[in-house]
């Protein structure tokens, strides 16, 4: 099975900051990943797919990079609105398709 | 806009069962494989069961593989996961995601809570 670890767990940062998470694969999944922001209550909203394709709508500050087995998230200038959990997502193959553990980003 | 309703969430003991449903509009249904995912309350996202559009392909995780059942029924654009063998550690909120492209969720649904308690 195809794990993904994300880093780190818990986040402390102000508005403004440069923000990067990191979420490796056990395997290389290629470019197979997506990223989700999920605020309480709310279902997981997408914002990067194939590694590093923007949604449509969503902030040019949010960014992903990477392939193989290690990739990022980077949020250039942290805003009110991105203190949330955020989540990847390997799609690369059905066994199955992982989530990593999430990324609390809280506000310092 | 997409719309994902889910229902069929509530109250069970151990060993018992439930069928979730999810009514999809707005897009054409059977063109889309679709996935459940669920989130125990205040922990992280769990990927559970997924179906090709035609519903000829079915995908489970190691946790739930034996005891849940996703299906489809394209006439209803309705999909379902019928969970049985119930255990304590699958309460959750239970999300329906339909599947973009090769496997990521743009659109999901509002969620339906199970919880397993005697």
């Known amino acids: 099975d195809f794990e993904m670890t994300q880093s780190p767990s818990t986040l402390s940062a102000s508005l403004g900051d440069r923000v990067t998470i990191t979420c490796r694969a056990s395997?290389?999944?290629?470019?197979?990943l997506a990223w989700y922001q999920q605020k309480p209550g709310k279902a997981p909203k997408v914002l990067i797919y194939k590694a590093s394709t923007l949604d449509g709508g969503v902030p040019s500050r949010f960014s992903g990079s990477g392939s193989g087995t290690e990739f990022t998230l980077t949020i250039s200038s942290l805003q009110p609105d991105d203190f949330a959990t955020y989540y990847c997502?390997?799609?690369?193959?059905?066994?199955?398709?992982?989530f990593g553990q999430g990324t609390k980003v809280e506000i310092k | 806009e997409v719309q994902l309703l889910e229902s069929g969430g509530g109250l069970v003991q151990p060993g018992g069962s439930l069928r979730l449903s999810c009514a999809g509009s707005r897009f054409t249904f059977s063109s889309y494989a679709m996935t459940w995912v669920r989130q125990t309350p205040g922990k992280g996202l769990e990927w559970v069961s997924a179906?090709?559009?035609?519903?000829?392909?079915?995908y489970y995780s190691d946790s739930v593989k034996g005891r849940f059942s996703i299906s489809r029924d394209n006439s209803r654009n309705t999909l379902y996961l019928q969970m049985n063998r119930l255990r304590v550690e699958d309460t959750a909120l239970y999300y329906c995601a339909k599947q973009d492209d090769s496997g990521w969720y743009r659109d999901w649904g509002q969620g339906t809570l199970v919880t397993v308690s005697s």
């Open positions: 395997q290389s999944i290629s470019n197979w």
């Open positions: 997502q390997q799609y690369h193959s059905y066994s199955p398709w992982a």
């Open positions: 179906i090709s559009g035609n519903g000829g392909n079915t």
